[in-house]
């Protein structure tokens, strides 16, 4: 059973935003549009492994999806969790192309690729750490030894994996997605009691869910950006980057001449990702360049968010989810 379902990752959404937001010709655009390209391969990749496991059996397997805990003062994150009575099973996801060699002598993963070579931290060592600390999150939470293993699962069918002759354990952790039911199932077998209750499994169910923690920090300064660097006002989402002007409470596109009720929803959301979960009225008319405070406040109104303060001290708090 799905316990926490998988969504487009903030980070993404942040990106998206942030890339929408910033002229074409701005200098950060190119380290931006290369970052989002490899969080959003990274997405892909872990939503690939969704159909082979949807051949579990529902009632043996609770699957949280980006499950984020804390461990004393550090965080990890886990792409995704398998938890039954016997085991837990963390999957780190890899969506790598070409052909990638685990050097066990240096601790890294190298990737080929049209001749060329390049060199990512290695996943055995991530998952090890993972494995760890999810123990420990156990143990802290008063719950009884429970085995944790893991796998490296790599979401392309084509990418070539290779190691040293000696590293025997690396055809134990790492896998193609399609091997994955039967790479569970082995485990399954492996393992012949149980070492959580009914009563430990359902705690842990709803321990894990209530402390997942999303990661969450201001992208415009991760980029040593800030509000001056942004776009604002309503973008078209049918131009594509002219903006919109209000005119009788409706948004008018002045090129393709576009109607609509709502197109400031759309620019709200990247203010949420950009710059923060509350707005007043004047920054609600600075971010979309409209003039009129009234205006302003129909807009606010209409989206019935909660708020707090009075007259130009209310402010109002903003949250998507997506």
Known sequence: MIVKKRKVPLAIRKLRALACRLPPNHPKIPVIMNDLKKREAGYKGECSIDFPLSFLEPKSYFIFHDLRLQDQARYFQMDTLLVSKKYALIIEVKNIAGAIYFDPHFNQLIRTIEGKETAFPDPIIQVSRQESQLTNWFLKNGFPSLPILSLIVISNPQTIIRTSPENHKLYYKVIHRDALPSKIKQMEDSITDSS???????????????????????????????????????????????????????????????????AHIQALRDYFYLLGSTITNRQL??????????????ILQSLNLTSRGANKGRVYSLYFDE
């Open 196 to 262: 959580f209750s009914e009563k430990d499994l359902k705690k842990a169910i709803r321990l894990m869910n209530k402390h997942h923690i999303d990661a969450d920090y201001s992208i415009l300064e991760r980029y040593n950006l800030t509000e001056e660097d942004l776009i604002k006002g309503v973008i078209c989402q049918n131009c594509k980057g002219n903006q919109l002007f209000r005119r009788h409470g409706t948004w008018i596109c002045n090129q393709c001449q576009q109607p609509s009720k709502t």
């Open 285 to 298: 008319r600075d971010f979309l360049n409209i003039s009129s405070a009234s205006s302003a406040t129909r």
